[in-house]
């Protein structure tokens, strides 16, 4: 059996998230004592903590997320490392040179930047480096089917841009992965990130993980 | 690149669960309109639809949904067909008679009742094919790493018994599966039943697939 990575970040009660999102709530609905076994109810945006987006939460025709090609979400992929971006600064095309490669081989990416450390304290939520304009248009260009990022969201300043172009092309986008230095460089893998079979929804959280072989 | 097949319930608002737990409620926290994306809030039992149970579901002092090794989460298994069952009788030691070589060699087993099929008129929720309580106790016996079944729980009667003698031993139980009929009868499939990485808790839906070689 292959080695199976966990790249998920924790979700709990009062977790934080994006600023205009819903908060994460999680309570015990009944209990041993009380009904005789333990069960929790949870209130969450589909977008908290590890989580991917559907054409739906940029597009109000678009695919939602039960009807995203599982095909699309079970892919090999290589981690591109970018430890050493400057904060608040943009990932380029030039920045994906190492891997373009695999790329151009059908690989998908996971964009490492180490931000991930940063959480659960409120600075993870801004001044992480980016996925520029460029580099999304390089992304539909390059017809990728899935980019996974551990910044939690693509772009802070052109999050409209970003999100409209690589949604627009059924790029997946997985948000908000966590402890991705676990993966090797220069390594094929292959990356689970199964959403929720969310009827007519724009996104789910996820445990995504890779098995390497 | 292997087959994959969803094994999964949908999960949508109003959608029935056990009639103790909390509903389902899935609602527009903002849109394109409002706040220039799309954006759901959502409101669930951790045991709605396809999903997997902990210890932590029955014991106070047991191990949570968070920190269950996910080797045991993606397991080697087979289907046992059960669709000539008759509803409400109980699902014996006798009755895996056709995969115990299987299971002898560490697979795990998919019980396929075909009850789905109800879901979601309420007589899903009682009345089918059940685990016995001597079943629970071969499963101990065998040693089997993980359950999956297509019915809303093991055992309407003997809950208790059940859950706790399984979940006792650390068997994987997972509730609520759909669809198995699209699994070739005798045949080991890789099976993925990955929990949402919930903090202390009993237990998380999932999106259940199978990967066939």
């Not at 460029?134 to 841009?161: C, H, Q, R, S």
Request: glycine share 6%; proline share 8%; with cysteine.
């Amino acid at each position: 059996m292959s080695k199976i990575i966990d790249l998920s970040a924790p979700l709990y009660d009062g977790a934080p998230g994006m600023a205009m999102d819903p908060k994460i709530s999680i309570s015990w609905h009944c209990t041993l004592e009380t009904l005789g076994y333990n069960l929790s109810r949870l209130v969450t945006s589909l977008h908290q903590g590890t989580h991917m987006d559907a054409q739906r939460h940029f597009y109000n025709d678009g695919e939602t997320i039960d009807k995203l090609p599982l095909e699309h979400c079970v892919v090999k992929a290589v981690r591109l490392d970018l430890t050493k971006k400057t904060p608040d600064t943009p990932i380029t095309p030039e920045d994906l040179k190492p891997v373009e490669k695999y790329i151009d081989q059908g690989c998908s990416v996971l964009l490492h930047t180490g931000w991930d450390k940063k959480f659960p304290d409120p600075s993870f939520f801004s001044g992480f480096p980016y996925v520029s304009k460029e580099l999304a248009d390089w992304f539909v260009e390059k017809k990728i089917t899935l980019v996974g990022m551990d910044i939690p969201t693509p772009n802070g300043y052109d999050w409209k841009y970003v999100h409209v172009k690589m949604l627009g092309q059924r790029i997946v986008i997985v948000e908000g992965l966590a402890q991705l230095e676990q993966l090797p460089p220069d390594t094929v893998f292959t990356f689970f990130s199964l959403p929720l079979k969310l009827e007519g929804r724009d996104g789910s959280p996820v445990r995504a993980i890779a098995l390497l072989d």
